[in-house]
């Protein structure tokens, strides 16, 4: 058996699955907002003993554990160098070895993204294409890409779909960039505005996130809030598609895939019917409107990225 723990800005999820593409336990805890990376890695350990309990299996069943971690990554050394998108990750932390101090079993560390685009193309939507774009749409917006079935990484930092230039000269991004999609698509980036925006203009997605009692805007409560007909929160998320749509209508002319998939804690959240929006965004794009990719949610939806850590485990 092997575990898999996908961190993400907002949530940490937890499998142990058979070594394959079955489950056999899950938990999901959110992502400490205070204490830095050490208390990260405590949470993370935490989500992952729940997952062992769910599947009733002690840790030493586990051949090895892998991680899927955000931002900048040295997976030979098991350390997590920055995570822009995770509070007070400003240093390389050990994370590997801190992990496996804790847990008494081989882990190992592999960006977050990758993992998640590698679970879709062995067991998810991703099975039936040879070529294919990953975008993982949440706090921030990630990316994968397939080219001749096997995922492309450059040289280490390929497919950041996030940080194509949506706007040139526009809003800073946390990379220091200015005008990325990511600055107009990244929830964490959307939250950021809406709080600006709040100021002048009447929403009720603070209310929600606070009836909900939530430590940010997550994808709940901004779906809540389209459904409840607010506004501000349609109109940041029609900004949010349309800087999609310029980021995926480019990377599809450059590299002519044939297909895009969207996964992602708040592209999932959407479902089918934004992911259509983006489709249309995207088309407005394309050099070749007349052979456009297919668009597909990510089938392992929530689990994807947990279950493509596992693929890393020893
Ligand atoms: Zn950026």
Not at 275 to 284: D, S
Request: aromatic residues 6%; hydrophobic residues 40%; charged residues 25%.
């Amino acid at each position: 058996m092997k575990a898999g723990l996908d961190l993400g800005g907002t949530n940490i999820q937890a499998v142990v699955t058979d070594g394959g593409a079955e489950v056999v336990g899950q938990a999901r805890r959110e992502t400490p907002r205070e204490g830095g990376p050490k208390a990260v890695a405590f949470e993370l350990a935490e989500a992952l003993r729940d997952a062992l309990d769910d599947a009733g299996v002690e840790a030493m069943a586990l051949s090895g554990i892998g991680v899927g971690a955000p931002g900048s990554i040295d997976p030979k050394a098991g350390t997590v160098l920055q995570a822009a998108n995770i509070e007070g990750w400003v240093e390389p932390f050990p994370l590997a070895r801190v992990l496996e101090e804790e847990l008494s079993r081989p882990v190992a560390l592999g960006n977050d993204v990758t993992v998640a685009v590698e679970a879709e193309r062995r067991f998810g939507a991703g099975r039936s294409y040879d070529s294919f774009l990953g975008v993982f749409w949440g706090t921030g917006v990630g990316g994968g890409i397939v080219l001749d079935g096997k995922v492309w990484e450059g040289r280490g930092s390929a497919a950041e779909i996030g940080h194509i230039v949506a706007r040139p000269g526009g809003r800073r991004c946390n990379c220091g960039l200015r005008g990325c999609v990511e600055a107009y698509a990244g929830r964490g980036a959307m939250e950021e505005r809406a709080r600006e925006m709040a100021r002048r203009h009447p929403t009720m997605l603070f209310e929600i996130q606070e009836r909900r009692g939530r430590l940010r805007l997550t994808s709940g409560v901004w779906a809540r809030a389209l459904e409840q007909g607010d506004e501000l929160a349609h109109t940041l998320i029609e900004r949010a598609v349309g800087a999609l749509g310029v980021g995926i209508g480019s990377a599809v002319t450059l590299l002519d895939i044939e297909a895009v998939i969207m996964g992602g804690g708040f592209g999932l959240r959407l479902g089918e019917e934004w992911l259509h929006r983006v489709e249309a965004a995207t088309q407005k794009h394309l050099f070749r409107r007349e052979q456009p990719p297919d668009f597909r949610l990510a089938e392992l939806g929530d689990l994807g990225g947990a279950i493509g850590a596992t693929l890393i485990a020893r």
